[in-house]
């Protein structure tokens, strides 16, 4: 097929350099994005009086044409073609005749990639939002099912505190609050519109740059060419925002295979989304969450990828950029195919408050609570907290817990205790005891899954 570049030379270039040189067989997924750009553009054609009336009619009639080939499989895409902008454009010439060649006035390939790039990723922005609030509202929904469940909250993977399991689950949907925040910011910054920087440094028609954004639903104009053709932070930031959410699906997954362990036996997971193994018949191995895991640090690359491309490159358009595409598509789709998964997989989950209950009764994480009991008897903290680790010292030489140590024993460390610490050093109780906003009492954890819920409807008014 002949190159539309060809003319200061033949547009002929050996197998090899075109192969190393096309981008169709990953930039073809933007076809959608390329025929509505383009009839915008002829649509600001026509208003500027730069082609007839006529030609934009049929230029249009043409487009919708192609898209409804493509979209039904009629229409294969020349994977001989060097991107997916030549491809409709050599289509649609072959359709419409002379007419097809005036759309390209007034445009370069240069805005037409970052064009095209900024209207899919804005679509897939807007959908990796609406993911991600159906995680947030299946992670409040499981909060909601094991509101009361007391488990060990952990730092250092120690044992160190009693908290609710919903107190945990709700944590991750502050971060995917974030996420979408983030995620939105992003698109903000996103949807501006290039078309109209042509190359690199304007065109000499009289165009509408801004009634063509409009039409395509962007909300300002890229204000200089140059930057225009050449920029690709919105494609480093989005990379950034999926970076961390997928930090953030890591981190709960990586918590999943610890607690669906026999050594945690703190959550089952669904056999819809575990497997088995091929010799050992007693296994059910957490693959999804564990791929999830993996998948995160391939995201990383593709953000570490981008950014090396674009850190030397001089203004304005060099081929370098076209790497932004792979990159940034691989992260996309590796972030939808974990929310996909991790979405359910959630819901399935089953917890274990038994075990929960029991690991936080054996971990004496109460130890704090019973210092502050001897606190409030009117002992300095340090003094307290000495005599506490005394009491599960004696705990553990009599294979009990502080809940169960007989008062006089206790009575043998200090005078000061009574027969009262056992309800003050009650997990429940000590769960209860933290009072502070944010804390992990049920009436604060019970604020914070409405304070999730508002957001999240904040986010579907907005969508």
């Known amino acids: 097929m002949a190159k539309l570049w060809q003319g200061v030379t033949d547009g002929v270039t050996s197998k090899v350099a075109d192969d190393f040189n096309s981008s169709i067989s990953f930039d073809s997924r933007m076809f959608r994005e390329d025929i509505s750009g383009s009839v915008a553009h002829a649509k600001m054609l026509a208003k500027c009086g730069i082609i007839p009336e006529e030609a934009k009619n049929e230029i249009i009639a043409g487009l ?61 922005a807007d959908s990796l939002i609406g993911m991600l609030k159906s995680a947030a509202e299946t992670l409040v929904k499981k909060a909601e099912e094991y509101k009361t469940a007391v ?103 990586e918590e999943l295979i610890l607690w669906s362990s026999w050594e945690f036996r703190f959550v089952e997971l669904s056999d819809n989304f575990t497997t088995g193994s091929s010799i050992m018949p007693q296994k059910k191995n957490p693959d999804m969450a564990e791929l999830i895991r993996g998948k995160t640090g391939r995201v990383f690359g593709d953000l570490t990828s981008l950014l090396t491309v674009l850190k030397g490159l001089p203004l304005a358009y060099n081929k370098d950029m076209q790497e932004d595409k792979e990159a940034v598509f691989d992260a996309v789709d590796a972030v939808k195919a ?8 959630i819901s399935e989950m089953k917890a274990r408050p038994d075990n929960m209950l029991k690991a936080a009764q054996t971990g004496f994480i109460n130890a704090t609570d019973l210092a502050d009991y001897l606190v ?46 056992y309800a003050d050093i009650d997990l429940k109780t000590c769960v209860e005891k933290r009072i502070s906003e944010g804390g992990t009492s049920l009436k604060s954890v019970e604020e914070q899954i409405e304070y999730v819920k508002e957001k999240l409807s904040e986010t579907e008014d907005n969508l």
């Open 376 to 421: 409030r008897k009117g002992l300095p903290f340090r003094s307290a907290y000495k005599l506490a680790g005394q009491a599960v010292a004696k705990c553990q030489s009599l294979g009990c817990v502080l809940e169960t140590l007989p008062i006089g024993e206790y009575k043998t460390i200090s005078e000061l205790f009574e027969p009262d610490l």
């Open 338 to 345: 974990c929310l996909t998964v991790f979405i359910p997989m």
């Open 151 to 253: 488990m060990p909250g952990y730092t250092h993977l120690q044992r160190a505190q009693p908290i609710l399991f919903s107190h945990h689950l709700l944590a991750y949907c502050m971060m995917l609050l974030r996420d979408i925040g983030r995620l939105s910011d992003c698109r903000e910054r996103l949807n501006v519109s290039p078309i109209g920087s042509c190359a690199l440094a304007g065109t000499t028609y009289n165009t509408d740059r801004r009634y063509e954004a409009e039409l395509l639903g962007f909300s300002d104009i890229c204000r200089n060419s140059l930057d225009g053709v050449s920029d690709r932070d919105f494609a480093l930031e989005l990379l950034s925002c999926i970076s961390i959410i997928m930090t953030h699906l890591s981190r709960f997954c």
């Open 64 to 124: 919708f044409g192609i898209l409804e080939d493509l979209e039904s499989g009629k229409l294969k895409i020349d994977l001989s073609c060097e991107d997916i902008h030549m491809f409709v454009e050599q289509v649609l010439t072959e359709r419409i005749g002379e007419s097809g060649k005036m759309l390209h006035t007034a445009r370069s390939r240069n805005d037409q990639v970052a064009l095209d790039l900024r209207l899919y990723l804005r679509r897939e």
